[in-house]
């Protein structure tokens, strides 16, 4: 399977902390993207970084990417309740262009 | 923009009852759709790819003739469930795939929630 694994599996902090999650995988990739779900709902897209790239910032999130480890972070700083979600990182194999899932995280923030 | 919509947001069925799923592109053409289903506390899984005027490429292990994709125009692409069993209740999402400068970007629709009684 391609799938990537993420941990924690379930990570649960107080608003204001911050949260940090991994991803591993499996194969070379051309990018790496993580999308977030809320409960029963559609993913949304957060940021995409590709393989060339080691660190990426948007607003609250900074996504760093290892290839020799063939590993990700996404960290969420200063939490806040309305991030309570599941996170997915989601990699893009070199030459293809169909999204592998890992396992999520779900993120409870505690107000 | 890049909005996907899917229809029905969520069905209830009878075994032995065909389902189909609809997944369109409201303000943009997509060359390549792809369907996932995913169970309760999982992942997504892919389930197959679509391009336009062409037949789907399904993932290991997903039967074609149990799922059929049709990805008749740009904006369209519809999973039928045929023959639904309590087992395919899932939740079904489909994505729409664009080129955004140089990157191949999905944009997923809202799901669609399937129990088969």
């Known amino acids: 399977s391609q799938q990537g694994e993420e941990d924690p599996q379930a990570l649960s902090i107080q608003e204001g902390e911050n949260a940090t999650m991994n991803c591993s995988y499996k194969t070379s990739i051309n990018n790496l993207q993580w999308y977030r779900q809320n409960s029963g709902r559609g993913l949304v897209h957060l940021i995409l970084i590709r393989s060339n790239e080691r660190e990426k910032h948007s607003g609250r999130l900074r996504v760093t990417l290892d290839t020799s480890k063939k590993s990700s972070s996404l960290l969420i700083t200063a939490s806040r309740a309305a991030d309570t979600a599941s996170y997915f990182c989601?990699?893009?194999?070199?030459?293809?262009?169909?999204?592998?899932f890992g396992t999520g995280t779900r993120l409870t923030v505690i107000p | 923009g890049a909005v996907v919509s899917q229809h029905p947001s969520w069905v209830i069925c009878k075994s032995g009852t065909s389902v189909k799923i609809e997944c369109r592109s409201l303000?943009?053409?997509?060359?390549?759709m792809f369907w996932y289903r995913q169970f309760p506390k999982q992942s997504l899984m892919l389930m197959a790819t679509?391009?336009?005027?062409?037949?789907?490429?399904?993932e290991q292990g997903v039967e074609k003739d149990k799922f059929l994709i049709n990805h008749a125009s740009l904006t369209l692409s519809t999973l039928t469930v045929t023959s639904a069993h309590p087992e395919d209740s899932s939740f079904y999402i489909c994505s729409a795939g664009i080129r955004e400068f140089g990157t191949d970007t999905q944009y997923f629709g809202p799901g669609t929630r399937l129990t088969v009684l």
């Open positions: 679509s391009n336009e005027g062409s037949k789907a490429t399904y």
């Open positions: 989601a990699t893009v194999k070199t030459g293809a262009n169909n999204l592998f």
């Open positions: 303000d943009f053409q997509a060359t390549t």
